[in-house]
């Protein structure tokens, strides 16, 4: 029987603004990508959804990014691997410390935006990525897509390959830059389709209309999405219909 994890990113308001609505999504997903600050996020949205969170057993996952507030991490950034290690290392710890206050734990990291893609193709960032996790906990796991380049450095780290129900690929098994056409698939029964036939058949069809293989664990529905709850839903249903037992990857801890 097929397993699937449900991730979304959340905790992404700051300050007096909010966007997307954690709430309804932490009583939906299995792990919650929460922001730690760099791209969004802030300690009372951080300590808010690290209580909700460890309150509906859902796992809590260190949203790491380039320190890019303005741009909301969506900008490459050249950083000396010690430089991005130690901005890593800041973020970790205090989701962690702030989830520790709330009854819980931080279970895994999830590289954010630019970092996210930037890590998938280039092997120096991976391993200052990888670094960072390492020096903090070398239990937690590191979500990324399949064929990343952390994978080839884990160096002992636990990596779990994720998917995308609502973001194009690339021939290549790559997201479609956000900049591009099509890059954000907005049609709610094509969603629902992509997700069960990558949990299921471990398959998606790229923008180009060719299939491409997608062995994954977690299915990412992106919270600052329109209709993100009602997706998020449906997607669940869709794949509890569909035989998929649904539970975290990583366990709340």
């Known amino acids: 029987m097929a397993v699937m994890d449900i ?3 959340l905790g992404e308001g700051f300050g007096a603004w909010t966007l997307g609505d954690d709430a309804a999504l932490l009583q939906i997903v299995t792990s919650a990508n929460v922001a730690c600050g760099f791209h969004a996020g802030d300690p009372v949205i951080m300590r808010r959804v690290c ?8 796992a809590i996952g260190a949203q790491v990014s380039y320190r ?3 741009g909301f991490g969506r900008r490459e950034i050249d950083m000396a691997p010690e430089e991005l290690t130690a901005d890593v290392l800041y973020q970790l710890a205090a989701l962690d410390g ?3 206050a709330s009854g819980g734990r931080v279970s895994y990291v999830k590289p954010h935006g630019a970092l996210y893609n930037r890590i998938a193709r280039d092997a120096e960032q991976a391993r200052a990525v990888v670094a960072a996790v390492r020096e903090y906990d070398p239990s ?8 990343s380049a952390v994978h080839e450095v884990a160096d002992g780290l636990t990596v779990v390959a994720e998917c995308f129900a609502d973001r194009a690929y690339t021939p290549e098994g790559r997201l479609v830059p956000r900049r591009e056409p099509g890059a954000v698939v907005h049609d709610e029964g094509l969603v629902i389709e992509r997700a069960v036939r990558m949990a299921v058949d471990g398959v998606v069809t790229a923008i180009d209309g060719t299939d ?3 062995n994954a664990r977690s299915v990412c529905v992106h919270g600052d999405t329109p209709g993100a709850v009602g997706l998020a839903r449906a997607v669940r249903r869709a794949l509890v219909d569909a035989g998929v ?3 975290a990857f990583a366990p709340p801890r």
Do not use: K
């Open 7 to 9: 991730n979304a990113d």
């Open 68 to 70: 890019d507030l303005a």
């Open 212 to 214: 491409v293989p997608v």
């Open 98 to 100: 702030i989830a520790r």
């Open 51 to 58: 209580r909700a969170a460890v309150a509906g057993g859902v």
């Open 140 to 147: 937690l796991p590191v979500l990324t897509l399949p064929g």
């Open 245 to 247: 037992e649904v539970w």
